[in-house]
Nanobody
């Protein structure tokens, strides 16, 4: 059984930064991609960033240039650093494992989510 546990969310002022972490355990293979998605109240879940264990990376246009996704293969952990946070970044952020894609349907395993709230 696979397990993904996110951490690092919280309340931050606009312009600030956060680093989210996602620790993977169990049946998560090195060939899997790890993705970050977010869902704001009343909105659909949207893609944020994804990384393969080989290092290939995708970013959503909404965070490109102010976000960095990275991974520590030895710790089976993926990180998402977001800088210059905006109120519209407020959402529950989810970590997922599966096929490298911007489509949430391509990911088989999901974490429980971590809340990020950006105050103006």
């Amino acid at each position: 059984q696979a397990q993904l546990v996110e951490s690092g969310g919280g309340l931050v002022q606009a312009g600030g930064s956060l680093r989210l972490s996602c620790a993977a355990s169990g049946r998560i293979f090195r060939g899997d991609a790890m993705g970050w998605f977010r869902q704001a109240p009343g909105k659909e879940r949207e893609f944020v960033a994804a990384i393969r264990w080989s290092g290939r990376i995708y970013y959503a246009d909404s965070v490109k240039g102010r976000s960095t996704i990275s991974r520590n293969n030895g710790k089976n952990t993926v990180y998402l650093q977001i800088n210059s946070l905006k109120p519209e970044d407020t959402a529950v952020y989810y970590c997922a494992a599966g096929e490298m894609s911007r489509d949430s349907g391509r990911y088989q395993y999901w974490g429980q989510g971590t809340q990020v709230t950006v105050s103006s």
